[in-house]
């Protein structure tokens, strides 16, 4: 090699003649084609996993646990101790029946509206009051702004925003910037 001349990384190109692969019968080792001069490697198919089957239960009442207090709960089947070669079989599972909160089960499409409703003003009444204490601290301090909110009601920056919105759509409260700050005052 010549001490002036580039020197490469990239491998230089061999001359190699490539053979057309064709499809092996099932019976045969397939043959992977390679661009060298090399012969073909045989490849062995892979073997298929043996799968055993599942030990079982002997389902004498001598095998099974005693049952528990209540009649719902499986119990779960011991193996005997004096015949190991006693295969496995699953126990079928008992389910309880689902309980439903009363307040859902046999109520007609009215009776769940009026529910629904029910829960909306029940929503709306704390959010008056969540407002309520928002207007007595704007009264005590003079001015009130979002991270005064947040804290004193322990809300969300997003939740403070919109209550101070709210206010300020219904007339309590006016909106002011003071620099890059944005207080609230108390109207009237």
Same mark, same amino acid.
Do not use: W
């Given at each position: 090699?010549?001490?002036?001349?580039?020197?490469?990384?990239?491998?230089? &190109?061999?001359?190699?003649?490539?053979?057309?692969?064709? #499809?092996?019968?099932?019976?045969?080792?397939?043959?992977?084609?390679?661009?060298?001069?090399?012969?073909?490697? &045989?490849?062995?198919?892979?073997?298929?996993?043996?799968?055993?089957?599942?030990?079982? #239960?002997?389902?004498?009442?001598?095998?099974?646990?005693?049952?528990?207090?209540?009649?719902?709960?499986?119990?779960?089947?011991?193996?005997?101790?004096?015949?190991?070669?006693?295969?496995?079989?699953?126990? &079928?599972?008992?389910?309880?029946?689902?309980?439903?909160?009363?307040?859902?089960?046999?109520?007609?499409?009215?009776?769940?509206?009026?529910?629904?409703?029910?829960? #909306?003003?029940?929503?709306?009444?704390?959010?008056?009051?969540?407002?309520?204490?928002?207007?007595?601290?704007?009264?005590?301090?003079?001015?009130?702004?979002?991270?005064?909110?947040?804290?004193?009601?322990?809300?969300?920056?997003?939740?403070?925003?919109?209550?101070?919105?709210?206010?300020?759509?219904?007339?309590?409260?006016?909106?002011?910037?003071?620099?890059?700050?944005?207080?609230?005052? #108390?109207?009237?």
């Amino acid at each position: 090699m010549e001490p002036d001349s580039p020197q490469s990384n990239a491998p230089e &190109p061999e001359e190699s003649v490539t053979e057309t692969s064709q #499809v092996p019968a099932p019976e045969e080792a397939a043959t992977i084609d390679v661009p060298t001069d090399s012969e073909p490697t &045989p490849v062995e198919p892979p073997e298929t996993p043996v799968i055993e089957s599942a030990p079982t #239960v002997d389902p004498s009442p001598e095998a099974t646990a005693t049952p528990a207090a209540s009649p719902d709960v499986p119990t779960p089947a011991t193996i005997p101790a004096s015949d190991s070669n006693t295969s496995l079989q699953p126990t &079928p599972i008992q389910t309880a029946p689902i309980q439903f909160a009363p307040i859902l089960t046999g109520r007609s499409v009215e009776e769940m509206h009026a529910l629904r409703v029910l829960s #909306v003003a029940a929503q709306e009444r704390l959010v008056q009051e969540k407002l309520e204490h928002l207007m007595d601290l704007a009264r005590k301090e003079g001015t009130i702004d979002r991270t005064a909110a947040r804290l004193h009601l322990r809300i969300a920056p997003a939740t403070a925003t919109r209550y101070l919105s709210r206010l300020v759509q219904e007339g309590r409260l006016t909106r002011h910037r003071e620099g890059d700050d944005v207080v609230y005052k #108390v109207v009237g």
